[in-house]
């Protein structure tokens, strides 16, 4: 492909000796001459060029002003360019190199040096694209893995959350649903994004720690004995156990088995912010502002921030959710309900974070109802 150079000068004559000149390259170069700085600018903006060959000295505006707009202007900057000085103008010289001048020559006009130099600098620039292009391939590649990676820990997270859901009979989207609503309440209180993010992935495990509950406390009919009541509410700590158990490590066995992709010595990051936050909500989603809650009967800010919000997330859809034993209440009900234990069982400042998001949060419970097979809407990224 032919490479396309621009040439500025102002001396019509200088312009003419070098059209001729260049005459002879015209099957891999394709010219184009401008005889002043301005013109010039307006054909780098309106073509692309490979190089450009530029005066410094013409009137009105100069060589160096030139080169300073187009280092200064994104799709002009990666474009060579070679500038064209007097053999006395030293200070010009270095302040062309330092504007970013890839050359210098001196006028006048070695021909066989010009075109030496345009070579050497087209090569430069090929080698440079060609850089530039395979980074930004490598960028999309990290990307996409990134993608693919939070897709597949997504997709791990909340099956498992509805693993315990299982247990309990209560099937469908309810743990998905209360990682969104929390994320929704997560945003207005301004909390960074990052602690969204993370709050989506580690809310839906809040009631991993049924898994451990006997199916004769989790699924009996009627109330439950004091006894029975506190192995239930162990849950927490169970759900805590099985998410952070320091004790319990993949790494020796994730070492072994990417062995070939690990440099020596180099293993795995030990701490995990997602499961960390989720250890947090399972341990004390049941922990109330007051202090009246469990396991810990921590109050007020003691409560760790992410499991004030999943508990406001987790009670509104339990409410407002259908259940084997009882039927859904009414949004209005629920409100109500929830609206007469701020202060005692939710943080008030997050109830109202909660009652400000509502109407997103109808739109979640809308795009999660429980017939939605929610995998597809996570993969199209709709819920998240
Ligand atoms: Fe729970
Ligand atoms: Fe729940």
Known sequence: ?????????????????????????????????????????????????????????????????????MQQTERTRGVPVVMLTGDDDRELKGQALELGAMDLLNKPVDLRELIARLRSVLRLKDNLDGLREANDRLEKKVLRQDLD??????????RLGMAAEYRDEVTGNHVVRVGCYSRAIAAQLGLSPAYQQMLLLAAPLHDIGKIGIPDSI??????LSDAEWTIMQRHCEIGERIICDRSKTVAPLFVEWRADELAAGDGPDSSDPVLEMAAS????????WDGSGYPRRLAGAQIPLEARIVAVADVFDALISNRPYRPARSEEETLLIMAGTVGTHFDPQVHRAFTQSLAQIRDIRAKLADEVDVFPVIAEGVAV
Request: hydrophobic share 45%.
């Open 1 to 69: 492909m032919k490479k396309h150079i621009l040439i500025v000068d102002d001396d019509e004559g200088i312009l003419d000796s070098l059209r001729r000149a260049l005459h002879r390259c015209g099957d891999q170069w394709s010219l184009t001459f401008a005889s002043g700085a301005e013109s010039a600018w307006q054909q780098l903006l309106d073509a692309s060029y490979d190089a450009v060959v530029a005066d410094v000295r013409m009137p009105g505006l100069g060589g160096m002003e030139l080169l300073e707009r």
């Open 149 to 158: 990676l939070a897709h597949s820990r997504m997709n791990v997270v909340c």
């Open 218 to 223: 989790l699924l009996k009919d009627g109330p």
């Open 281 to 288: 909500i399972a341990l004390n989603h049941h922990e109330w």
